[in-house]
């Protein structure tokens, strides 16, 4: 297979979209990709697409079609895919194989979602398809359930008093937010304290609200080539130098949430291929939909022993500066999460800290990083590790 | 690039399911897959799902996982593939070159749906998904509508009295009826005379009730696999030898529908990979959701000239035992069209049909088979050649 690389990233500003469509938003975020990219339109010969709530938000399926027909593809083959919130890095990974095995040499992957056109009871039901409809819908579960129950078993497996696993939580929030207030893309560029955490309303104990992700509009792109493309195209070509994807079942089919069997499964692969491992990672873009989830992710994917997730946020080892930055971008937390967009805006975010552009958020010296999106109740992980090429 | 071949084929009758859930359903088809091909499921390295409208049958997104799971593959990659009609053939043209590429050599592609759930309005509502939301919607175009649009158009581009074409249009219905009375699989076994369409309601002017497909519940999925792993588990490995797909946008941007410019790329692509010319091909299964739309594929996928496909119904050219045997299976308007499963089922039958095992519906030495697929309003169309390996 050929050496894959990401010549240009795109991504709108998330947060509320009054006026565009999720088509103009997607058209937005993949001219700036295309643009980068020293691209036409006319170059791009297939796109694939994450999205995972455009039948509910804008009553639209077969979006592909109308996705590439908006910026100019009219005829490329455009696939959509759905894995909930995985969708966009499921479309990106799935983009990668077409080049990688000498099919297309040029493509685009991205993914793109309007959410608060629904009310937010609308967008709770919506959010709730990801769970299992025949062992979880009857029980009432939602995500918030699913993350409350996680934060309540982690603290209990760890045994840590719950008090002090909402305060490690609490830092979580307040670093994304940190790192948000210095993103100009980001949902909320405003920074928080721990008071305001404690201070507002409960969601699904322990999780109050500033330890939830918002709902958001937004799209991102990333433009894909063959190595040998990406040379004459750019000076700062960017390697997709590991891969991985894995699924679950039903929550009743899983051993132990606080160990996310899908993403142990998806990241040995990506590592696996890339050849490198935890410690070779310089910036991480994970999944904290949740302050929860992004203890449990920064554990699974390798940077602390599990149980001592927590403890590394109090250490600031995730800062930016810190052993192992994660979410400079702000996360999920602050930077919003339009979910076909979160992992296609995570490898945007990557692309631009390994290129040295992301001003006073930038990772010092970042060469290698990774993202990690999960999808439904840990029922599907991607990774994907992007490497310098320069 | 390897060779890919396709080892094993499982579908369920096609119909109503009261008691089987798209998961089971789905399981049925992938086990009977799975057993034909001498396999275990822990042979299976990745799921590839067409879906088209679980979120709204049974409230269900990110299905993939849950569909793996199901059948003892959890762990393994399994995005959904969501191209409306076509979201089934999406999912095994993406197979295809996971295997070719040589990243996996055994994976298992199909696709599900369950959609006597929902009430007729309300399929109504959910197929109109399909339709461009911002650009058709508003119109109050769902499909039936569209079609009845394509076949006035028809008429009218090549001087057709309505009348006689919709004698042609019945035959079409006539002849699938006939074919799926042959066929255990298919939702309508019984054959119907030119009497009964015409007598039967009026859907969109001019399509009849008979003129179109019904609303369906079935899955359809096939293992695939390296040539050189399929030529270890069976001796009737058939090849998947051409691909192709292809999108459109809105209506508003096709310049003729009765040249369903989508089905033109995505067929050259299929017949210039093969090196095969529609000449060479012994049987189809094309995308009859209406009868007007066998016309225009027959005519689109080069069996016929622009002009000719309705007249080539009359000779009997489409029959099984006629020139391009065309729907041997019942096709959608007698087989039935559970969406997602619609095109796996059409590789099971061009399988099942190259393999000599059709019995009273067995198109005679059948060595070179074609499938066609199209979604939304022609927003895409998927094309498989599929070949005889021994």
Not at 112 to 119: A, D, G, P
Not at 229 to 236: E, G
Not at 280 to 289: K, P, T
Not at 292 to 315: N, P, Q, T
């Amino acid at each position: 297979m050929r050496q894959v690389a990401v010549v240009g990233v795109g991504m709108t500003k998330f947060g509320r979209s009054e006026e565009k469509t999720q088509l103009e938003l997607f058209a937005e975020a993949s001219m700036d990709a295309i643009n980068e990219s020293n691209l036409r339109p006319k170059d791009i010969q297939a796109l694939f697409i994450g999205s995972a709530a455009g039948d509910w938000t804008e009553g639209q399926t077969i979006i592909g079609g109308f996705a590439a027909d908006e910026i100019g593809l009219a005829g490329v083959p455009a696939p959509r895919f759905e894995g909930a919130c995985s969708s966009g890095t499921m479309a990106i990974r799935d983009a990668f194989i077409w080049v990688a095995s000498g099919y297309y040499d040029i493509v685009l992957a991205g993914g793109f979602e309007r959410q608060t056109v629904l009310s937010t009871p609308m967008n709770t039901r919506m959010m709730a398809t990801g769970v299992h409809s025949f062992y979880e819908t009857p029980t009432g579960l939602s995500f918030p359930g699913v993350f409350g129950l996680l934060a309540h078993l982690y603290a209990h497996k760890h045994n840590i008093p719950l008090p002090k696993l909402k305060e490690s939580m609490a830092q979580v929030a307040i670093k994304n937010h940190k790192n948000g207030a210095k993103n100009p893309k980001a949902q909320f560029q405003k920074e928080i304290t721990m008071e305001d955490v404690f201070n507002s309303m409960m969601v699904a104990t322990p999780l109050q609200l500033y330890d939830c992700c918002p709902i958001s509009d937004g799209a991102a792109a990333i433009v894909i080539t063959s190595a040998d493309v990406a040379r004459k195209l750019t000076n700062k070509p960017i390697y997709i130098v590991g891969l991985g994807q894995s699924s679950a079942g039903a929550l009743c089919n899983q051993k132990d949430i606080t160990r996310v069997k899908s993403r142990e499964i998806s990241a040995k692969q990506a590592y696996d291929m890339s050849g490198l491992t935890p410690k070779d990672i310089d910036v991480c873009e994970l999944h904290d939909c949740f302050t929860i989830a992004e203890i449990v992710a920064s554990e699974g994917l390798g940077f602390f022993d599990f149980g001592d997730g927590y403890k590394a946020v109090d250490r600031g080892d995730t800062e930016i500066g810190g052993r192992i930055p994660i979410n400079p971008s702000g996360g999920l937390k602050a930077k919003g999460h339009p979910v076909g967009a979160t992992g296609p805006a995570q490898v945007y975010e990557i692309a631009k800290q390994i290129r040295g552009e992301c001003g006073p958020r930038q990772v010092d010296g970042a060469r290698i990083g990774i993202t990690d999106t999960m999808g439904g109740s840990f029922a599907a992980v991607v990774n994907i590790i992007l490497k310098r090429g320069w």
